[in-house]
T-cell receptor, first 113, second 115 residues
């Protein structure tokens, strides 16, 4: 059974600071997703990471994937209040697609002015 | 069109009611999914349809009955639900074989309350 663990589950930080969210998963998978969810809203896709060593950046967010360590990180640089949300990582159970995703428990991020 | 449209956005129903959730996409995706998300929890996979056939049922109680009448539509029929079934129900779609940067597209969800 695929398990996906995120930490921390809750993070309160000040604007301007840097921080990293970690996502570990239990079985081999070549595809990892990061999603953002605002309260009462659906999931917004942030990144799809496809291979070992993949790194993607969008604004103040940067995601990386180490398939050997089964670890992905989401790094936040110089946080701003608008980044407050819940962030989920998710992994496919097997390669190729259409098996659905297993999500981590999510990291509830609050960025304070 | 890169949207997955879900209706209704909100639904309140009694335990004896029968209702349906609807999901529609026009991206040519042949895989469609239902996820359930309780408050402050991650989404949990319920069903996967591939080529309009049910391919994955994650041991969901029979009071939830999915239906995929064609390649663009996905329904979730609800009957005799329990209060603990109150949740956000998310529909998603994707290609069957993932290419570069492929992802699941999620709808905005139906917030269901069972009284």
């Amino acid at each position: 059974e695929l398990k996906v663990e995120q930490n921390p589950l809750f993070l309160s930080m000040q604007e301007g600071k840097n921080y990293t969210i970690y996502c570990n998963y239990s079985t081999t998978s070549d595809r990892l997703y990061w999603y953002r969810q605002d309260p009462g809203k659906s999931l917004e896709s942030l990144f799809v990471l496809l291979s070992n060593g993949a790194v993607k950046q969008e604004g103040r967010l940067m995601a990386s994937l180490d398939t050997k360590a089964r670890l992905s990180t989401l790094h936040i640089t110089a946080a701003v209040h608008d980044l407050s949300a819940t962030y989920f990582c998710a992994v496919e159970d097997s390669g190729g697609g259409a098996d659905g995703l297993t999500f981590g428990k999510g990291t509830h991020l609050i960025i304070q002015p | 069109d890169t949207e997955v449209t879900q209706t209704p956005k909100h639904l309140v129903m009694g335990m004896t009611n029968k209702k349906s959730l609807k999901c529609e996409q026009h991206m040519g995706h042949r895989a469609m999914y239902w996820y359930k998300q309780k408050a402050k929890k991650p989404p949990e996979l319920m069903f996967v349809y591939s080529y309009e056939k049910l391919s994955i049922n994650e041991s969901v109680p029979s009071r939830f009955s999915p239906e995929c009448p064609n390649s663009s539509l996905l329904n979730l029929h609800l009957h005799a639900l329990q209060p603990e079934d109150s949740a956000l129900y998310l529909c998603a779609s994707s290609r069957l074989v993932f290419g570069q940067d492929e992802k699941l597209f999620f709808g905005s969800g139906t917030q269901l309350s069972v009284l």
